[in-house]
């Protein structure tokens, strides 16, 4: 059985020593990673029934984590405003303070955040829109079905699912292992999957690309496969000039292999980065996940 470290204090150290090499070949030896695996990339795409308008924004990671760090600010004391989001994304390195009133007005334009009351008329607090509540609810949900056939605290969790203040717990214990995780490498090894990750929806699409090529054996999956570029589109919710684009960087990249027969490989080192990526993102959350639970899984 493979659990998260207890929490503590130093979340930089912590999640230095929890993802290591190690730790990260465990989880990939698991007898259940390639159901997991499949769970989680399936579960990128919107489902059936979703309101596609409102899902798309979580398919920016901008706009993911801005909405992420909105709803952090506003479960702490100081709640959502002008001064603690530009002091939080001073610390963070994330911007200058100088943006942060253009990223409030964008938020609201999104629907992202909405003005909320106040009793102090010398201070503008901002509150996350239900709508934003809604779809993090339902990412924070089908992420943990992803990760439960491995970690315990993900099963656990989703028992308790909808108990008032629990999504606004994760969301902040989330947000603050997924910050310590992304400060661990100072240099990044190239290509990564920031190919895919820094394009609108595209580690959706990158998502589906795999299940596509999906045979039921051992996942990541190899391919070959004949990509269908509406079939892509339509099942990532995107348009066919965001999917071209992500095909594109990713040959680019080297990810992405033809062969003579125009199907699509996927390269060893697309194999490693997804095979590396998936356990270091199902740790992350199943420490928020412990971070929550507390003492009730020791």
Known sequence: MIVAPTPDTDIAGLARAMMTREAIDAVRAHPRFA?????????????????????????????????????????????????????????????????????????????????APSSDRRVT?????????????????????????????????????????????????YSTILLASQQLADVKEEPSLDVFSHRRAGLIILGQILMAADDGGAFPPRGPVRLVLSDL????????????????????????????????LLSDNLIRHVSDFLPMYWMALAWAARKVLGDELS
């Open 233 to 264: 589109a339509r099942r990532s919710a995107a348009s066919r000039g965001q999917v071209q684009a992500v095909l594109r960087e990713g040959a680019k990249a080297g990810f992405l292999l033809r062969d003579e027969d125009g199907l699509t």
């Open 125 to 173: 607090r901002y509150t996350p829109t239900s709508h934003l509540r809604i779809q993090f609810g339902l990412w924070f949900q089908r992420e943990l079905e992803g990760a439960a056939p491995i970690f315990p605290e993900a099963e656990a969790l989703l028992a308790r699912w909808g108990e008032p203040g629990l999504l606004e717990r994760l969301v902040t214990a």
């Open 35 to 115: 159901e997991a695996g499949r769970r989680t990339v399936d579960g990128w795409a919107p489902r059936p029934g979703d309101d596609l308008s409102k899902s798309r924004a979580l398919q920016d990671v901008g706009l993911f984590a801005a909405g992420l760090w909105c709803m952090q600010l506003d479960a702490s004391p100081a709640g959502l405003t002008h001064s603690s989001l530009a002091a939080a994304i001073s610390t963070w390195g994330l911007a200058s303070r100088g943006r942060v009133g253009p990223m409030l007005a964008y938020l609201r334009f999104r629907n992202m955040i909405q003005l």
